[in-house]
């Protein structure tokens, strides 16, 4: 058995209860006339659009809620608070700016029964409506970048999108905007972001503005960072042997030896030299210098700022010999035509050690000319090729020429 007291409080609990729901039905039944007063009713307007399309908007409103008193049956009174029941204003009709005292309509739900509820009273009984012009201002979009990027990545160009947002309202109110900006701030990136991220209104004091009233054609921004590898690159120079020199006869400089590279990690990696062209040893006498662009493939950006190289060469380790040739022959003479050298003898310069110099002999030289791309009569210099039979350690330097008269066979 439960104790005496709380079975007390048990049966002082259904009293109650029965006794309230025999009052709610005996309300409900009769459905006697009460009433009832609401404050904090909130204010709508309707026709904004039609305002709008005449280049006008609303400024203020004054109140912003209203109360309300209400006299009816029970039934229909009781349901009426301020979460289902609201006031319009309509401002379709406005066509100047200024200020306006407007009437209002009371919105009720569905569940009630109009007819059975008159309104006895609102406090205020109109709302003042300050209609101004609209204005608006395209204002870009400032891309800010306030994070850090890993060692050995660089951020590239920070693309917005759309690249301007158009803000309305009164010009008194646009104005107080005065920078909009996009901010990123991840740090030690080391991928590329892409994503959308909220607009930042700035006033003129750098702090955040007050957009409230303002109408914006976008609060958010897609934006995209690429990150990329950076890689320092040596320059190189490829040389093709010739004129008795090789590789090993040389001594190189290039300036820049190296510059930085950006680019996808997956080609970067492969990456280990850039190539700026070759030369031919063969037509390197003495002292060479000259400047070479750089290029690099699709995908792949030079952010050191310099887009040429200087190459200085010279041979080292050989010397020169000057020899006299006669031994010139003509070789494809064009049909209908007869060629004669009016060239008789050229020296040309041979290049090795000295030792293999001193074996070359005259007859171990012969020049020849071809003459396939001649088609008319007359003198002509056209380059004749050396060949030497004399071993690998000599060579010709520079070019040969010979000079030839075409007449008609």
Not at 323 to 347: D, W
């Amino acid at each position: 058995m439960k104790p005496i007291k709380e079975r007390k409080w048990l049966y002082v609990l259904l009293s109650v209860l029965i006794a309230t729901t025999l009052w709610l039905f005996v309300r409900m039944d009769e459905d006697p006339e009460m009433e009832k007063r609401e404050r904090y009713i909130p204010v709508i307007t309707s026709g904004e659009r039609v305002l709008e399309s005449q280049g006008l908007m609303i400024d203020q409103m004054d109140p912003s809620d209203v109360t309300l008193v209400w006299k009816g049956n029970w039934r229909e009174v009781s349901q009426l608070n301020r979460d289902n029941v609201s006031v319009s204003v309509d401002v379709s009709k406005i066509t100047e700016p200024g200020e306006y005292e407007l009437e209002f309509t009371p919105n009720y739900p569905a569940t009630v029964v109009t007819s059975a509820v008159s309104l006895q009273s609102s406090i205020p009984q109109t709302v003042k409506i300050t209609v101004a012009k609209i204005y608006s201002k395209p204002m870009t979009i400032q891309p800010v970048f306030k994070g850090s990027v890993e060692d050995g990545y660089q951020a590239g160009e920070f693309i917005v999108e759309p690249e301007q947002v158009q803000i309305s309202g009164t010009q008194e109110m646009v104005d107080t905007i005065h920078t909009v900006q996009v901010v990123l701030e991840q740090k030690k990136m080391k991928e590329s972001f892409s994503g959308e991220l909220e607009l930042q209104f700035l006033g003129e004091d750098g702090k955040p503005a007050d957009t409230t009233g303002l109408r914006l054609s976008a609060e958010k921004a897609s934006v995209y960072m690429p990150i990329v590898v950076v890689k320092d690159v040596p320059l190189a120079i490829d040389f093709v042997a010739g004129g008795g020199a090789t590789k090993d006869n040389v001594k190189f400089k290039i300036e820049p030896a190296s510059i930085m590279v950006s680019g996808p990690e997956e080609v970067l990696e492969h990456l280990d030299r850039i190539t700026l062209g070759s030369i031919d040893l063969a037509q390197v006498i003495g002292d060479y210098s000259e400047e070479y662009p750089i290029y690099l493939s699709a995908g792949l950006e030079n952010i050191s700022g310099t887009d040429k190289a200087q190459v200085d060469v010279s041979v080292s380790g050989l010397v020169t010999k000057n020899v006299e040739v006669e031994n010139i022959e003509l070789i494809n003479v064009p049909k209908g035509y007869k060629a004669a050298l009016v060239t008789q003898k050229r020296t040309i310069t041979l290049r090795g050690t000295q030792q293999a110099l001193d074996k070359v002999l005259l007859p171990q030289v012969r020049m020849i000319a071809d003459l396939s791309e001649l088609a008319a009569t007359g003198s002509y210099n056209v380059p004749a090729k050396v060949y030497l039979y004399a071993g690998n350690d000599v060579g010709v330097v520079g070019q040969n020429n010979v000079v030839v008269k075409l007449t008609r066979g």
